[in-house]
């Protein structure tokens, strides 16, 4: 079961990335990440983080994506010219990819971790819940968590001053 | 399932996102297959604190979830006021940066 479950995510997961990569359509091309998003989520439920999954559907999926939206309708979802002024970067692009997935995996799948090839520890039934990751949040990694409220704000300041209405220039 | 089998996910959906933003000229794409990457690596950051048994790396993963976001609205912000300039949303038209 958890096996079928792993394979049909990991499919949803590939669909959607390459779909991101190869719609013409940008709007299309947001669509094909929201579907990727989804089958993270439930990546990351098979890995018993409920938190981060309903984080990533919750702010992701539906904000992060909601905007997305917004914007690629404000500018147009115009398709961008068939094939481009760099000449072979069609094809060189696809075979630098390739290079980089068997550089990492054979970073990863050599790096002799003993761990790797297991299904990793048993983990009780509040592994990676709301509760759990709260207390990590507020109380062993405050600084981050305040750090990381900073930037947010900062993020909400800098898209304003970037896109609201300028008045000379 | 075998954590590997995750690990070995993540770097070829990190992969197709930076093969992404290879071929792609718009902005916007760009951005996508950023995203992507994005979560392939909160994919190997989530598969590794199973791995463990930590509960730590789900934390990290949350913060580069929160640095996605600023990362999002900046990019957004930036494409719309190349939108409001009309200036061409292709990469590589907008080459006043360029040395």
Redesign the interface.
Known sequence: MEAVLFFAAALGALAGAIGVVAFRNPFYGVLALIVHLFSLAVLFLLLSSAFVAAAQVVVYAGAVMVLYAFVVAYVGGDTEPAWDPIPGQRFLAPLLGAALFVELSIAVLGSSLVALGTDGPDVGPGFGDPAAIGHLLLERFLLPFEASSILLLLAAVGAVVLAGKRGAA | ?????????S??????????I?????P??I???L??ML?AG???L??F?????N??G??F???V??????????G??????I??RRLP??V?ELTELRG
């Open positions: 399932m075998n954590v590997e089998w995750y690990v070995v996910l770097s070829l959906l990190f992969a197709i996102g930076a093969t992404g290879l071929i792609r000229r718009s916007v794409v951005l996508l297959c995203e992507l979560n909160n994919l190997a989530v598969a604190s199973r791995m463990v048994g509960q730590q789900q934390v993963a949350i913060v979830m929160v640095v996605a976001a600023c990362e999002v609205v900046i957004l912000g930036l494409i719309v006021a939108f409001r949303l292709d590589d």
